[in-house]
């Protein structure tokens, strides 16, 4: 996932932001060490920081789904990840890098979604889009001066380039067998919550016709009712009542 990140915004900066040119594209970390040996413009992505996006995190569980329709199993809704990219100009002019961030800068601010046809690797076959967003404060947990310590490098103008993209978790959880029936309902009056009386409710049916008194304990079932849910223009299901006198 993290390399096709890193291809697609690779791609992205050389088509609308370099023109053509012969400026390289590194993914290297800017240290004291890798300045001193470039010899060629170059536009550095560093990637410094990886965390979830905990704000767009859902517990839900996705359907899976069989050749011919059925549900075989469910899965976890792809997570998102924030990827955060030191976005930096290396030339022998200041004034050169400027413009070469105010390229990529101008590129970037287009695509604050980038559709799964513009990502590339396995990102292209998510449905989900990566949102981008560019040279935004950073938060109170992060400083970029920190950043430039950290790397023993000195300071210099950067843009903070952040790619959200969806992380597919690789579960599965088995569905049961498809329903091939309908359901089966067993209604029981307020009288009758004794275990005897539910258990006859669910055994079988005494002799036909309705009562309007409760059930004995050695009494048969007496009530068998069949109701029909929806209306005659658009009928819904069936259901058969045991044990429930009619009011």
């Known amino acids: 996932m993290i390399q096709d990140v890193d291809e697609t915004l690779r791609a992205l900066i050389k088509r609308e932001a370099l023109n053509g040119t012969q400026v390289e594209i590194a993914f290297d970390a800017p240290t004291r060490d890798w300045s001193a040996r470039r010899n060629a413009p170059t536009i550095d992505l560093y990637l410094y920081d990886i965390r979830e996006d905990m704000t767009r995190r859902d517990a ?7 050749d011919v329709g059925y549900v075989v199993g469910h899965s976890p809704i792809p997570r998102r ?7 930096t100009a290396w030339t022998q002019r200041p004034e050169d890098e400027h413009r070469l961030l105010a390229a990529c800068l101008g590129a970037l601010i287009r695509y604050d979604v980038l ?9 292209a076959e998510q449905p989900i889009p990566a949102l981008v967003t560019v040279a935004l404060p950073l938060g109170p947990d992060r400083s970029i001066a920190d950043i430039w310590s950290a790397m023993g490098g000195e300071m210099k103008p950067s843009l ?30 307020p009288e009758g919550e004794d275990g005897r009386r539910i258990a006859r409710a669910r055994a079988g049916r005494g002799p036909a016709g309705a009562r309007t008194g ?13 109701v029909v849910g929806g209306t005659k223009e658009n009928p819904g299901r069936l259901f058969r009542l045991r044990g429930h006198p009619r009011p």
């Open 81 to 87: 990840f924030k990827l955060s990219y030191l976005l």
């Open 60 to 66: 839900a569980m996705a359907p899976v789904r069989s």
């Open 115 to 123: 559709a799964p046809a513009d990502m590339h690797g396995a990102l």
């Open 160 to 189: 903070d380039v952040v790619v959200t993209v969806p992380f597919v978790v690789s579960r599965e959880v088995a569905a049961g067998a498809p329903v091939r029936e309908m359901p089966r309902i067993s209604v029981v009056g």
């Open 214 to 226: 409760p059930l004995r304990p050695d009494e048969p079932i007496a009530q068998d009712e069949t």
